[in-house]
């Protein structure tokens, strides 16, 4: 059983911030980060709380899909920067949009999210005849958690969020899920300060510094070597599970974390640049909300076309990566 997509929304707020403007606060300049990260501007949530973001997106997918928002049987909201510890952004979204029949659940996986969340969504639908809609909305407010003294890392991050209806269908459709815990200590923010005792037993704790506390902190060199190698191989793991190559995909679309990490990664696939969908150089880095960004951008543009196979990479903290194909 596959899944069909019905509609899908974005909404990323108005105030951007562009290369030039790291100027006034850090030892940067615009060449030196387009030219490392392909990113030339990136949306910065100034009032709008992460839930607002997820509402407008998914107001727009459900107008898109052409459905009543109480026909909707649940709401899965990706996300790693919930406004509040509890409730879930899903519960506050669910109540907003009018989805009076939905459960409702907040997802983390990073940078992943979406992936693990329409995957979780086909299951639900498979499993429950009596689920018609899933919507699934990444939804994110990076810039709350990002040190601004740390040029590494600040410059990567925009805001934003994208939504997705989705149907049970006999489409195509395969995923693959991973997680490498090792990695964990090399991509996070911290909650609360590590008990010592812990910290001296634990790998995980033993060789994190301290740093600020709800502060992403990230170690960029084993990001990308860890990067450059999950996406080709959740690709041919998706691939292998339906007997397809890459010459049968008509578009990838990655998590758009940096444009060097997709180049390689392409390359190691061996498959042109011009198959890809890239957004990074006005969205920036949005987390679990930059798959479905790209993925609505390019079906909105009409580059992504119905019947047309496509292949969803995502890849980040945790460290987590998946890759789904399925037909559009």
């Known amino acids: 059983m596959g899944i069909s997509i019905l509609g899908m929304g974005r909404y990323v707020p108005e105030q951007k911030?562009?290369?030039?403007d790291f100027t006034r606060f850090i030892e940067t300049?615009?060449?030196?980060i387009r030219t490392r990260t392909g990113i030339t501007e990136r949306p910065m949530a100034g009032w709008e709380p992460t839930w607002y973001m997820g509402k407008q997106a998914s107001l727009k997918a459900i107008e898109a899909a052409g459905i009543d928002p109480s026909?909707?049987?649940l709401v899965i909201s990706c996300t790693i920067t919930s406004d509040f510890l509890t409730p879930s952004m899903a519960s506050v979204i669910q109540h907003e949009i009018g989805a009076v029949n939905a459960a409702a659940f907040d997802l983390g996986a990073a940078c992943t999210g979406f992936v693990y969340g329409v995957d979780t969504a086909r299951r639900f639908l498979e499993t429950d005849s009596s689920l018609k809609y899933v919507l699934v909305v990444a939804n994110e407010a990076l810039s709350r958690f990002l040190d601004f003294t740390d040029r590494t890392t600040c410059i990567l991050f925009g805001d934003g969020a994208a939504a997705a209806v989705l149907?049970?269908?006999?489409k195509l459709f395969?995923?693959?899920?991973?997680?490498?815990?090792?990695?964990?200590?090399?991509?996070?923010?911290?909650?609360?300060?590590?008990?010592?005792?812990?910290?001296?037993?634990?790998?995980?704790?033993?060789?994190?510094?301290?740093g600020p506390m709800h502060k992403l902190q990230q170690n960029g060199k084993e990001v990308y070597k860890f990067a450059?190698?999950?996406?080709?191989k959740a690709f041919d793991s998706a691939a292998e599970k339906i007997g397809i190559t890459k010459d049968d995909i008509d578009w990838f679309v990655p998590h758009q974390a940096n444009i060097r990490i997709i180049e390689t990664a392409a390359k190691k696939?061996?498959?042109?640049?011009?198959?890809?969908?890239?957004?990074?150089?006005?969205?920036g880095n949005t987390s679990s909300a930059s798959?479905?960004?790209?993925?609505?951008?390019?079906?909105?543009?009409?580059?992504?076309?119905?019947?047309?196979?496509i292949a969803l990479i995502g890849f980040g903290a945790g460290l987590t990566y998946g890759g789904i194909i399925l037909e559009y």
Not at 167 to 170: K, L, M, N, P, V
Not at 179 to 184: E, K, R, Y
């Open 29 to 32: 300049n615009d060449e030196w």
């Open 71 to 73: 026909q909707i049987g």
């Open 228 to 232: 450059t190698q999950a996406l080709p």
């Open 17 to 20: 911030l562009k290369n030039d």
């Open 167 to 170: 149907e049970r269908s006999d």
């Open 291 to 309: 798959i479905p960004l790209a993925l609505s951008e390019g079906i909105e543009k009409g580059l992504i076309k119905r019947g047309q196979k």
């Open 174 to 210: 395969s995923s693959a899920l991973f997680s490498d815990g090792s990695g964990a200590k090399h991509l996070f923010a911290r909650a609360l300060s590590p008990a010592p005792e812990v910290a001296a037993e634990s790998d995980f704790e033993d060789p994190i510094p301290e």
């Open 269 to 283: 696939l061996d498959v042109s640049m011009d198959k890809f969908i890239i957004t990074l150089d006005h969205y």
